[in-house]
């Protein structure tokens, strides 16, 4: 399958008709379809073009999930409701456009993305977005898998990242992280793997990266959620949160501070380059099972502590534990 024109008898097409259709590569939808179904193109790949005509008012649940091939979208002014995820995973991604007169999205100031206009929420982006002054959140997995996105302005009128917003931007090299924002959901930046710097603007009364630790923090707990490559973490910190190194496959060595003493799950899953870290702590931080995948050469703990930590978890996650 390679090409397919949709009979102008159609008025709907269904959840899942076409999910997981590799093969097919352009589809012409006729001016008699009024909805699109959730799922319907979920994961075709292939898909490299799509015209979504203007009888279309309703676009459903991950209905174009995982289509990779699509480099653009135009979204109607007849479009009045886009499900969750509708366009996730669409990494080639790198225009989006809705067309003037839509009553309930818009893209304004050719921003390439998806903004819900009444609450001001960009609910999708890609790889060419430039986030307008005028959003105030940047929704679920906004940005995710948006691989080729290599640097994002996040504006001070930005109060919220939801979870997951930039999954596995790998291009993303830095983020700033403006004084406006008060919520950061979970794993908001996980397998952002080329990332090298991260700062929060000084005025942030909810996170910071105190001493130039190229770090996100959550200032009232002293909890690290967010590290990279290039992260040095400060003695002030007590623990490191769920995925907070998840997928940085750049970092081999690190530094847990005495500080800490609890590292949560996934904390350092997918960091493949680790090969050593050093914990000045002399009582084993907790740690969950799953806080690393996989065995790591060298843990170096402090003079006199290595039986605590081969009588801990600790010992199932690395192959020798040294003093020093």
């Known amino acids: 399958m390679t090409s397919v024109t949709i009979p102008n008898s159609v008025t709907l097409i269904g959840s899942s008709v076409f999910n997981s259709c590799s093969g097919l590569t352009s589809v012409t939808i006729p001016n008699s379809v009024t909805s699109i179904g959730d799922y319907a193109f979920g994961g075709c790949s292939g898909l490299a073009s799509v015209t979504i005509p203007n009888s279309i008012t309703s676009i459903g649940k991950s209905a174009f999930h995982g289509c990779s091939g699509l480099t653009s979208v135009t979204i109607p002014n007849s479009v009045t409701s886009i499900g ?65 996105l290599t640097s994002l302005k996040i504006p001070n009128s930005v109060t919220s990242i939801g979870l997951f917003a930039f999954v596995h931007c790998s291009g993303l090299t830095s983020v700033t992280i403006p004084n406006s924002v008060t919520s950061i959901g979970d794993q908001a930046f996980e397998y952002c793997s080329g990332l090298t710097s991260i700062v929060v603007e000084s005025d942030n009364t909810v996170y910071g990266s105190r001493d130039n630790c190229n770090a996100l923090i959550k200032t009232k707990s002293n909890t690290l959620i967010k590290g990279c490559k290039s992260t040095v973490i400060p003695n002030s910190v007590t623990s490191i949160g769920e995925g907070a190194f998840s997928g940085c496959s750049g970092l081999t060595s690190i530094t847990i501070p005495n500080s800490v003493t609890s590292i949560g799950r996934s904390a350092f899953s997918g960091c493949s380059g680790l090969t050593s870290i050093h914990c000045k702590r002399t009582t084993p931080p907790s740690i969950k099972e799953t806080t690393f995948s996989g065995k790591i050469s060298t843990l170096y703990v402090p003079k006199g502590s290595r039986s605590s930590y081969q009588s801990s978890q600790w010992k199932n996650h690395f192959d020798n534990i040294v003093e020093e």
């Open 84 to 148: 969750d995820y509708a366009f996730e995973d669409c990494s080639g991604l790198t225009s989006f456009t809705v067309e003037s007169g839509n009553t309930v999205y818009d893209s304004r100031d050719n921003c390439n993305a998806l903004i819900e206009t009444q609450s001001n929420t960009l609910i999708q982006g890609c790889n060419n977005s430039v986030i307008p002054n005028s959003v105030t959140s940047i929704g679920y997995a906004a940005f995710y898998d948006c691989s080729s």
